[in-house]
């Protein structure tokens, strides 16, 4: 945030909850037992809790104006939408570097969002 924040910014942190991979994980697809599949998406959503406790204090650390917004979904769809809702002027995303073959498989949500957004795309490569 230190590097591209400025007074008078708000930081938004999008984090997209995607429970598409619980119901397609071949564990949850053979068992029957629907107290899996619910203990699965309460597992995720306490995942979920941390990071956004996690993210709270790094905007409270850094003093900046921000908040967490929480979609459910494809994350790069996820980081678009917002993007257009909260009229955001720039993008600030991470990239992993995955190597060709893994990101053509899975695909990037940094691609993703280089390729769709309407406003300029920052990528931090981790």
């Known amino acids: ?3 591209c ?3 008078g910014d708000t930081v938004i942190i999008v984090y997209c909850a995607e429970f598409n991979g619980i119901y397609s994980n071949p564990v949850t697809l053979m068992s ?4 899996l599949i619910v203990n699965l998406i309460e597992g995720e959503e306490e995942r979920v809790q941390k990071l956004a406790k996690k993210y709270e204090d790094m905007i409270k650390k850094y003093k900046t104006n921000g908040k967490i917004v929480r979609v ?3 994350p790069g769809e996820g980081i678009i939408e ?4 909260e009229n ?6 991470g990239s992993r570097g995955l190597g060709t073959i893994r990101r053509t498989v899975l695909g990037s949500v940094s691609n993703y ?3 769709h957004s309407h ?3 920052l990528v931090f490569r981790n």
Do not use: R, S
């Not at 029957?32 to 107290?35: T, Y």
């Not at 955001?88 to 995303?93: C, D, N, S, Y």
């Open 5 to 7: 924040y400025q007074d």
């Open 82 to 85: 917002v993007a257009k809702k």
């Open 72 to 74: 459910n979904g494809k």
């Open 88 to 93: 955001a002027a720039l993008i600030v995303t």
């Open 32 to 35: 029957n037992d629907p107290k």
């Open 113 to 115: 969002v280089l390729h």
């Open 1 to 3: 945030m230190e590097k």
């Open 119 to 121: 406003i300029p795309v």
